[in-house]
C-alpha cells in the first residue's frame, strides 16, 4: 500500500490501488466521524488491515458541530442513567490525561435561583455523586456576590448563587483528526471525500461495498470481510439495504458565537432558559462566547449542511436578554453559527426531544455492523462495542491489543517548541502530538505567530494543508483550522495569505482559487451565519481577489 506522510496516505496513489482489487480488507469503517475515528483506531491497534472512508470532508458530520464538551453529562445523572454518567465521567478523565491541550477542563456555574428545581441541596448531593465517579472533589458552592463579580451584568432576580464543578472542552474536528492520525500512524488507511454508495452483498452476507469517489466521479468495488457502518445520524441509509427498519430520531442543535468582547464569560454559565427550562450553555471557546444549544426535530433533507433557523436564533437570544440584560446582545453581535444532527436512537416520536436517551447502539444484520448514538465524549467504549460485534461475526485473526490508550504519548515537550508561552505549546502539542514541532518548520516566522483574536496560526493551515488531506477551503477553515467560526464574516481577512499557502501547498492556480472562494463563501452564508446574512459575503468576497 502506498506511503503514508507525516498525515494521510497519498489519496491518489491509494484510490488507484483500490482499484487494482487485490486481497479483502479485514474491515472497512464508513463515516470519518468520532465513532469511525475511534473504530478505525481499535481495529489498527489489533492489527487488522483497516480503511475508512468519509462521504465529505473528515468530522464534517455532527463531530464538527457538538458543543465541544467531553463531559460526564449531568442531565443523565438527574435522570438515573448512573451507568453512563460513570462511563462517561471515567472516559473524560482518561481523555484529559491523554491529550492535554486537546482536551482542557472547563469549570461551570450553574446558575441557582429562588423557586428553581433542582435547588441547593439536590443539586450539590448529584454533584457529589457526579465527582465521586471521576475520583476528583471539585464542585463547590459560590454565591451572590462572587457569581456577579465573575460575571458582570448577570440578571440578580431571584439569583442565589452558583454550583461550580468541572467538566472540559475540546476542538471536536481537531479530536477526529488526532484519531484518524493515531490510526493511520497505526496501519490504518482513511479517505475523505469518498462515500459507500452500496452495499456488495452474496446470499443476504455482506462482502463489501461499492466506493464512489465523489472528487473523481469514479467508483470501485471493494471486498472486505467485515464492513462496519459509523454513519451517526445517516446511519438508517446503509442498514435500510439488509433491514427496513428506521431507528434514528435526527435531532438539531444549534449555536451562536458572539465575541468575547460583547458577552465576556470566564467559565461556562449553565441555565435554564426561561420558555421551556431546558439547560443552555453560555461558554468561552477559542476566544469567543457560545450560546448553546436548542433541540428539535431535524425535518429537513440529510444531504445539506445543517442550518439554525429563525425561531433557534430567537431562542437562543431570549436566553442571553433573561441572563444578561444590560448586554443589550442582538443579532448583530453574532460572529457565526453552527448546527448539527443528533443521531439520537428514537423511542416515540411523540417524546419531548430532551427527553430521548442519548446512549448508543450497535446492530448487526447480514455481516453489517451498524453503530450509532451516543456522546462524543464516550467514543472509545462505542467503538470497542462495535469492533467486538464484528470480530464476534467474522472469524479474524487479530493481535491482542497490548494498550488501551487512544493517543500514544508524545515525546515532544512544551519546552521544545520554538515559542515562550506554554499553553500554547501545550495547545499544539495536543493537536498535532510529535508533529507540533516539524510546524513550526513548514514556512516562514511570521506565519508562527498567533492570528489576532485566536490562538491559531497560519503555519497550521500550511501543515494542514500540506499533511491533513485538505481537498476543499472549507475543509481548512472550518475543520482543520476553526477560524471561519471564530473570526468576523468567516475569516474572510485571512483570504489573501491562505492564497498564497494553498497555491503553494495545493497548487491552486487562479481558477481554482476563485472556485473555492465561491464555495466558501456560499457554504459559509447558507449554514454558518444568521438566516439570510449576504451583507458579510458580498464583503468576503471583495477581499478574496
Ligand atoms: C448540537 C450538538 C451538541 C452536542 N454536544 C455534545 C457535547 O458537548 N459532548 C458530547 O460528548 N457529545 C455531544 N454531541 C453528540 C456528538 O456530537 C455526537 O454523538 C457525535 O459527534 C456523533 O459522532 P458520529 O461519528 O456517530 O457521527 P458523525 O460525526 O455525524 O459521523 C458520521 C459520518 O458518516 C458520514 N457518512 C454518512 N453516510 C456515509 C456513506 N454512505 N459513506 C461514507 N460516509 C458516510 C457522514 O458524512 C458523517 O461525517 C452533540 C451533538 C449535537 C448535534
Redesign the pocket.
Known sequence: MSESTAGFPQRDALWRELEQGGEPWDMIV????????GVLREAARRGLRVLL????D??????????????G?LRYIASGDIKLTRD?VRERERLLREAPGLIDRMGYYFTLRRGQFPGRFLFNALLSLYDRMAGIRNHRYFDTPTLQRLFAGINKDRLKGALYYTDTVTD?ARL?LRVLQESVGAGAYALNY????SLLQEEGQVRGAVLHNVESGARVEVLAKSVI??????AD??RNELNPEKRIRP?????LVLPMSRLPVCDALAVFHPVDKRPVFIFPWEGTTVI???DLDHNEGMDEEPTISEEEVDYLLQLVHWQFPEHNISRDDVISTW?????VIGSDKALDPSKER?DHAVWCDGGLVT?????????RLIALDAINAALGAVDMQTREPTSEAVFSEPKVTPGDLPVADVAWAKRLIGRYGDSALALFDTGGADEAQPIDGTQFCLAECRWAARHEAVLHLDDLLLRRTRLGCILAEGAADLLPALKTICAEELGWDESRWQAEVERYLELWQRHYSLPGQARAVERAAGTAQ
Open positions: 464508513v463515516g470519518g466521524g468520532i465513532i469511525g475515528a472512508v468519509e462521504q465529505r473528515f468530522a464534517w458530520g455532527t463531530s464538527s458541530r457538538s458543543s465541544k464538551m467531553v463531559h453529562g462517561a471536536d477526529v469518498v462515500r459507500v454508495e457502518s459509523a454513519t451517526g445520524a445517516w441509509r446503509l435531532l438539531r442543535g444549534s449555536h448553546g444549544t436548542t448546527s448539527g444532527v443528533r443521531p442519548r453503530v450509532s448514538g451516543g456522546k462524543l465524549t464516550t467514543f
